[in-house]
Each structure stands twice: as structure tokens, then as C-alpha cells.
T-cell receptor
């Protein structure tokens, strides 16, 4: 069965410090990978998604970047954190070949989330 | 930007009552999904309804979709305290992007 791991679960960082959140998926190949951010009590904002190694689509211009160095690894980074980067970051995956419009449904499976507090 | 908007933002009911949450969206979609999120956790997929379907059932869940009104509703029947969570609708218009609404916070009192 497929599993998704996301770490660290909790992170407190000073303004201006770097960030690295990691996400890995097991039990599947070439998954679609996603990073979402959720502000307190709010909905999810799509940050990045990737359909393959080295292929990153950015949805919102911001202080963050994403990389996919391996097939089942997705990393969210920042060189210098801002206060506004605080939030709950969620990684998710969907099966390869499930693009909507090609008959797919693109159902997402989420990790447990990483709570980032920037002070 | 968010595609779906849930209504109400928060809902408090007694155990055993039915809970209805609504979702409106702006553009044409291929499917609409509902997810659940327990406090401080990741989201869990509940049910998917395709654009050519009008109603779908899964256990105590009933989802309707009205593409002419660009709206969907999620009904949870005979609610339980364990149903307390936030519920999100998500729409997929094409490709690999799934966009979520702001969610409805449901509180079921025992």
C-alpha cells in the first residue's frame, strides 16, 4: 500500500532563516506531488505541484521554492523566511496518469502536515 | 485563488441530527471532491462526484452536484461526535490542479 511521510511535524524558525520541508511517498511510482499551505482556520492554497522529476509548477509567486530531486521526494524550501510564511504545510500525492480531462479524477492523499511558526 | 466557497463557515448541531454543507464554485469542472480534516491533521478524501453525475452516496454521506448552478452539497446523516471536523470541497477543472475552498467547520455536540 502507498504511504506518504512528511517532516518535520513542527518547526519554529526565526525570520530570515532558511527552510526545508520534506515529503516522500512509498509504494507507487511517478506520483503527482503537491505542496499546499493552510493559514489558521482557512482553506488550502496550492503552492507547487510536480508531475515528474525536475518538473515543478508554481502557482503563487512567493518566498518559497520546490524541488523534486527523486521520483518520490518533494522538498519545499526558502532561503529567508518571512513572518507571513507561518502556516500549516501539507504535502499530497495522486496517482500518475490521473490527469483530469483524460478520464482521471486526481484524488489526493495527504501527509500529516508540518506546522511552521516564524518568529 | 480559491475556486470553491463553502457555506456555512461553521455549523454546530446535536448528535443524531443531519448536517448539510454547501459549496459553490466559479468555473466549469470535471469533478468535485469532498475532504475532511480533523484539527491539526492532513485531509482525508471522502467522496468524488463527476460533472455528469447529480447525486452520489457513500455510507452516511450524500453528495449532490448542480452544474447549472455551479454548486454542490454534502449531507451527513445521523451525525456523531466523531464527525466533528472541517469539511472542504475541491474542484478539478483540468490537468493536475485541485483547488480547495475555505471549508466548513462542523461541531457535533454529544
Amino acid at each position: 500500500s502507498q504511504t506518504i511521510h512528511q517532516w518535520p511535524a513542527t518547526l519554529v524558525q526565526p525570520v530570515g532563516s532558511p527552510l526545508s520541508l520534506e515529503c516522500t511517498v512509498e509504494g507507487t511510482s511517478n506520483p503527482n506531488l503537491y505542496w499546499y499551505r493552510q493559514a489558521a482556520g482557512r482553506g488550502l492554497q496550492l503552492l507547487f505541484y510536480s508531475v515528474g522529476i525536475g518538473q515543478i509548477s508554481s502557482e503563487v509567486p512567493q518566498n518559497l521554492s520546490a524541488s523534486r530531486p527523486q521520483d518520490r521526494q518533494f522538498i519545499l524550501s526558502s532561503k529567508k523566511l518571512l513572518l507571513s510564511d507561518s502556516g500549516f504545510y501539507l504535502c499530497a500525492w495522486s496517482p500518475t496518469g490521473t490527469a483530469v480531462g483524460n478520464g482521471g479524477a486526481n484524488v489526493l492523499t495527504f501527509g500529516a502536515g508540518s506546522r511552521l511558526t516564524v518568529l | 485563488s480559491q475556486q470553491g466557497e463553502e457555506d456555512p463557515q461553521a455549523l454546530s448541531i446535536q448528535e443524531g441530527e443531519n448536517a448539510t454543507m454547501n459549496c459553490s464554485y466559479k468555473t466549469s469542472i470535471n469533478n468535485l471532491q469532498w475532504y475532511r480534516q480533523n484539527s491539526g491533521r492532513g485531509l482525508v478524501h471522502l467522496i468524488l462526484i463527476r460533472s455528469n453525475e447529480r447525486e452520489k452516496h457513500s455510507g452516511r454521506l450524500r453528495v449532490t452536484l448542480d452544474t447549472s448552478k455551479k454548486s454542490s452539497s454534502l449531507l451527513i446523516t445521523a451525525s456523531r461526535a466523531a464527525d466533528t471536523a472541517s469539511y472542504f470541497c475541491a474542484t478539478a477543472a483540468g490537468g493536475f490542479k485541485t483547488i480547495f475552498g475555505a471549508g466548513t467547520r462542523l461541531f457535533v455536540k454529544a
